[in-house]
């Protein structure tokens, strides 16, 4: 049964009266505003202000003891959070059980795992910013670890497929700068995805091109359309050379947005090797690119 909206503002602000400092005054419409999800947030006499937490200790975070990784203090005014925490740069709270819950027909048909629970969740990034805010599946048993979830999202990472294109097309001459790009491809970022906000993000990074005649591969700029920005001068004829290039991408981790490392991640994507023949004439002949 869902809440009527001004029963839950009411519940809320009658929690808050009682938990706000006298120095502070709860009937001042200034003190609250509301976040992009609805939900509420008290701004007044909140500063250098810290939580007691189960152990007494106060910050009642349960981040075990030393820095968190996160500015936690972003998410000390959220009213109803029962849980504060970091997930990278980011700082998170939860509300559970949330105070109203959607329409069950928009839920997730199952949960991920045996006893978990659907809770409202918000995430803000280093800058204020909120970069989640939204009903979600929280605990339950414990699941795939973040390495086994970034390897996942890695394993899901696919460079575009593309074939070896030159110019001049058909036949290239010896002396002549031979023009080399990867037909079909695209030169954005290329993302794989795993469960619980965890991406791996490929960047750019070059074009190899190896031009079959033995002089080693090259390394360009990632080039994806018909130009002069990887370019190689055979100096030998031949029936056809064994070019082949790849694609190579610089790769990083992100959870809900917020980037983070971990020892043994890969940090290059390569795609796999693309060949063409080139045959290459010594005859000086009229070149029409």
């Not at 009411?10 to 419409?29: G, R």
């Not at 199952?110 to 910013?129: F, L």
């Not at 058909?170 to 794989?192: K, M, N, R, S, Y």
Request: with cysteine.
């Amino acid at each position: 049964m869902r809440w009527p909206a001004l029963t839950v503002g009411c519940a809320l602000l009658l929690a808050l009266l009682t938990a706000t400092p006298a120095a502070a005054d709860p009937a001042d419409p200034d003190c609250y505003t509301s976040t992009p999800s609805g939900g509420i947030v008290y701004v007044c006499g909140t500063e250098g202000e810290e939580e007691e937490g189960e152990d007494g200790s106060g910050n009642g975070e349960g981040d075990g003891g030393g820095e968190p990784a996160c500015d936690l203090s972003l998410v000390d005014n959220f009213i109803g959070a029962t849980d504060r925490y970091c997930e990278g740069e980011n700082a998170c709270w939860v509300n559970n059980p949330p105070f109203e819950y959607p329409d069950p027909e928009s839920w997730p048909e199952d949960p991920p795992s045996e006893g978990a629970v659907y809770v409202y969740k918000e995430c803000v990034g280093p800058d204020g910013e909120i970069v989640f805010s939204d009903y979600t599946w929280e605990g339950g048993e414990e699941g795939p670890s973040l390495e086994e979830l970034a390897q996942q999202a890695y394993g899901a990472l696919h460079a575009p497929e593309f074939s070896l294109s030159f110019s001049p097309p058909g036949e290239t001459l010896i002396f002549l700068d031979t023009w080399w790009w990867a037909e079909g491809a695209h030169d954005g970022e290329i993302v794989g995805s795993a469960a619980l906000g965890v991406v791996a993000v490929g960047t750019p990074d070059r074009l190899e091109v190896d031009p079959g005649d033995g002089s080693g591969v090259l390394s360009c700029p990632i080039a994806v359309a018909e130009g002069d920005a990887c370019t190689h001068t055979y100096q030998r004829a031949s029936d056809g050379y064994p070019a082949r290039a790849r694609l190579v991408y610089d790769v990083h981790f992100e959870q809900n947005g917020a980037p983070f490392e971990l020892p043994g991640l890969p940090d290059t994507l390569e795609s796999p090797w693309e060949g063409a023949a080139v045959p290459v004439n010594e005859s000086q002949a009229t070149v029409v690119r």
